[in-house]
């Protein structure tokens, strides 16, 4: 059987690519390697040789970038970077571009932006737009669609509730409560500006990891069977000296 070839030897089509930004604070790799180590739980499977965008826009003074370390650290946890943005230094540029880094400041690009940890995610376009009225604003977002894996969702300043699901390798963050109707895998954080009265509530419980007001609990060796799959409630519980993940059966008969 014969197929038909272009009459082209080269073409170019758009693709609607979904390209991870990765918003720093910081450029050294040892130091960034901690926090990476304690926001995904030292899991080198986290990402899927997912695209990515480093956006240097939120460092004031930068004196050199370890270019090498940066993206061995990356590349560690699976993430291609392409691109960079937010370099003003003609010096810098200049490294981004010797190892082949596209500098992308003046590109219109589709992003999901990551938090840099629990406690402080970053708005993603999935963070519900302002009310255009004086009554007052929605606050919970609702997302009927299986989030899948390496996207993020962010229910900024209220709850938010996942009617599909979550797929492994993806991340559901609210300023309140989440509430998973589907089943429940990848990072869930609830409270991500310090409610430590926020709650995650699932139907079918099975994720990566859980947080709560920045306080987490990872399931590297797997959920326990006593929970897994089964309708929970997850919590902070306070004692004398700390505070805990506390995972407790929901009742919904």
């Not at 930004?21 to 790799?29: E, F, H, Q, T």
């Not at 255009?132 to 209220?158: E, H, K, W």
């Not at 306070?238 to 407790?248: D, F, G, T």
């Amino acid at each position: 059987m014969s197929r038909s070839v272009s009459a082209r030897s080269i073409e170019f089509h758009n693709m609607n690519l979904g390209v991870i930004l990765v918003l720093l604070n910081r450029v050294d790799p040892a130091g960034l390697a901690d926090e990476l180590h304690k926001m995904l739980g030292g899991r080198p499977d986290t990402f899927g040789q997912e695209p990515v965008i480093l956006d240097f826009s939120e460092i004031d003074v930068l004196d050199r970038i370890d270019w090498n370390g940066l993206l061995s650290l990356l590349r560690r946890y699976r993430l291609q970077p392409i691109g960079i943005r937010g370099l003003a230094e003609e010096t810098h540029l200049a490294g981004a571009r010797r190892i082949g880094l596209a500098v992308l400041d003046d590109v219109s690009a589709t992003v999901e932006k990551r938090p840099q940890s629990p406690e402080t995610p970053a708005a993603s376009r999935e963070t519900p737009e302002p009310a255009t009225d004086s009554g007052p604003t929605a606050s919970t977002l609702y997302i009927d669609r299986f989030v899948r894996s390496g996207q993020q969702i962010y229910a900024q300043g209220g709850d938010l509730v996942l009617l599909g699901g979550v797929s492994p390798g993806s991340e559901v963050i609210a300023d309140g409560n989440i509430h998973c109707f589907g089943p429940l895998a990848g990072r869930a954080l609830a409270g991500a500006r310090g409610d430590a009265n926020a709650r995650i509530i699932a139907t079918c419980f099975g994720p990566e990891l859980v947080a709560v007001a920045g306080i987490y609990r990872t399931f590297e060796r797997g959920v326990p069977a006593s929970i897994a799959g089964h309708a929970v409630v997850v919590r902070l519980k306070a004692s004398a000296k700390n505070q805990s993940i506390v995972i407790e059966p929901l009742q919904i008969n």
